[in-house]
């Protein structure tokens, strides 16, 4: 039986990723609130500190729910991270990937 892998002709670098809201705005549309975020990220290269990939996007959420509408905007943060990143999702936590990462 074969393995399934996934081989890179380069290997990239391990990075840190920064994330920064620069403005985020709360005002009322319609039934509900609207809120957005102006977020600039930054991948720097671990080894250097030299910031080899920059994002930089407006987050925008709409909510009839005005106590849970930071929340959805984080959501939406993070959604746009990891699609601009091509970040893959962790999966479950299991009692085996947690004994043994």
């Known amino acids: 039986m074969r393995s399934k892998t996934t081989a890179r002709g380069e290997t990239r670098p391990r990075v840190v990723l920064t994330i920064r809201l620069a403005s985020v705005t709360r005002g009322p549309f319609l039934f509900g609130e609207r809120a957005s975020a102006k977020v600039i990220v930054r ?3 671990v080894a ?3 910031v080899i990939a920059e994002a930089k996007f407006t987050a925008t959420v709409v909510s009839f729910d005005n106590q849970s509408i930071e929340q959805e905007l984080a959501y939406g943060v993070a959604e746009r991270v990891i699609r601009e990143f091509r970040l893959s999702r ?8 947690a004994l043994f990462p």
């Open 43 to 45: 991948a720097a290269a």
């Open 48 to 50: 250097t500190g030299e």
């Open 90 to 97: 962790p999966g479950p936590t299991t009692l085996a990937t």
